[in-house]
């Protein structure tokens, strides 16, 4: 049992550890507002001093013009709070259900509380970890404002985060 636990506990922490090396268009997701849609999020798929063409994940291929795009805001895929929050809810609950497993720990009321300790512990390291996470994700933030000669000069920022980067590059 105890074994298991411990495994349990080697898997939760190698989430956290764990990084994934693809090409750099998979571990971003752009943001982008503008005044014709609402917000679409995605990986941006090609960018150019005209637009943006973003794949929602969904299997829409949005182009957004320059005209009409407001904001853009990249952030790398990652850990956000919510998953730091469970994730550090379940370490801390296959921590603390190891006070149960040994019988000569103490009285039912012990071993409850050891578990209750863990799991807040738990919960409130993964929280804090996935506001880390979530706070050093955002990459960049291009106010546009729908401003095409700002944007055909912004543009440029963005090239190497997008997918048509490295499909055409020779």
């Given amino acids: ?9 080697f898997f939760i922490g190698n989430l ?5 090396k693809a090409q750099e268009f998979i571990n971003y997701q752009v943001k982008v507002v503008s005044d014709s849609l609402p917000v679409v999020k995605g990986t941006l798929e090609k960018i150019s001093p005209e637009g943006v063409a973003v794949n929602d994940g969904y299997g829409n291929y949005i182009m957004l013009r320059a005209k009409n795009i407001i904001s853009i805001r990249l952030m790398k895929k990652g850990i956000n709070t919510g998953k730091g929050f469970l994730i550090g809810t379940l370490a801390g609950a296959a921590i603390g259900s190891l006070a149960f497993t040994d019988n000569n720990n103490g009285t039912g009321n012990e071993q409850l509380a050891a578990f209750l300790a863990a799991t807040t512990l738990g919960a409130a390291v993964g929280t804090t970890y996935g506001l880390i996470a979530e706070l050093k994700a955002k990459k960049m933030f291009l106010k546009i404002n729908k401003d095409e000669k700002l944007f055909a000069t912004e543009y440029k920022k963005l090239e190497i985060y997008s997918k048509a980067y490295y499909i055409d590059k020779p």
């Fill in 16 to 20: 956290f550890l764990s990084e994934t």
């Fill in 1 to 9: 049992m105890k074994i298991f636990f411990l495994s349990l506990c």
